[in-house]
């Protein structure tokens, strides 16, 4: 009903036998046969920095977007939660992918709709929505949708999203994303994994601990830099 999806393997260096999901013409998820074994490069970013740099150990983990499940493949150290709108997306995830039940929860619903309206609080929210390639479903880009997956973490929780924009930030779309995310959660770590395309994987990471505060910048005249530094200590 949501989208068309079609499973084959592929050549792709470095990889052992991959195999890929594509859903509507694009590239969605890769997974291959070594052991363990690889994902597409923002996954294994990702379940680095769940894993080492958050170090989070039986933690909620919401995952705004399926694609092919592979954030939490053969991963027992946290619960996830995927949230679709595509019901037929874990069946074929499963049986022609994966080739094993999905690790976690799995809800049919629409994102914005389900973090507006959830009781729990999640460790992290992690948003990677898309219904093609390059787009985002324009209600899941606004201000509004943003301060709802900061209502839905915990007090110290933290938002992953994974954008596709040009490598240097440079275009309308990609400043003005980046702007209202960070009038929500405040200054976010912004981590560019591709710089040889036009278009690439970009880590957005903010924090529902950190509030969002308009910066002054430093000039010859009012220079505050070496005050800064000791309030920050």
Do not use: Q
């Given at each position: 009903?949501?989208?068309?999806?079609?499973?084959?393997?592929?050549?792709?260096?470095?990889?052992?036998?991959?195999?890929?999901?594509?859903?509507?013409?694009?590239?969605?998820?890769?997974?291959?046969?070594?052991?363990?074994?690889?994902?597409?490069?923002?996954?294994?970013?990702?379940?680095?920095?769940?894993?080492?740099?958050?170090?989070?150990?039986?933690?909620?983990?919401?995952?705004l977007g399926a694609g092919g499940f592979t954030l939490s493949h053969r991963e027992p150290l946290n619960h996830y939660t995927y949230v679709d709108i595509d019901p037929a997306v874990k069946d074929i995830a499963e049986r022609d992918f994966l080739r094993e039940p999905i690790r976690g929860e799995f809800v049919v619903a629409d994102a914005r709709a389900y973090v507006r309206d959830t009781?729990?609080?999640?460790?992290?929210?992690?948003?990677?929505?898309?219904?093609?390639?390059?787009?985002?479903?324009?209600?899941?880009?606004?201000?509004?949708?943003?301060?709802?997956?900061?209502?839905?973490?915990?007090?110290?929780?933290?938002?992953?999203?994974?954008?596709?924009?040009d490598p240097q930030l440079a275009t309308p779309y990609a400043r003005g994303l980046l702007a209202t995310i960070q009038a929500e959660y405040g200054a976010c770590a912004v981590e560019v994994l591709f710089r040889d395309r036009p278009l690439g994987n970009v880590l957005v990471t903010g924090s529902a601990a950190a509030e969002p505060q308009a910066a002054e910048p430093y000039t010859d005249e009012r220079n505050r830099a070496d005050m800064d530094v000791l309030r920050s200590r």
């Open positions: 009903a949501y989208a068309t999806y079609r499973i084959a393997p592929v050549t792709l260096a470095g990889f052992d036998a991959p195999r890929v999901c594509w859903i509507k013409k694009s590239v969605a998820s890769i997974i291959d046969a070594s052991g363990p074994p690889r994902y597409a490069r923002y996954i294994e970013r990702l379940r680095t920095l769940l894993r080492e740099g958050l170090a989070l150990r039986e933690g909620r983990v919401l995952v009781a729990l609080r999640y460790d992290v929210v992690v948003v990677d929505v898309y219904s093609a390639l390059t787009s985002i479903p324009a209600h899941l880009v606004t201000r509004e949708f943003w301060r709802t997956t900061r209502r839905a973490l915990a007090e110290d929780g933290v938002m992953v999203a994974n954008l596709l924009l």
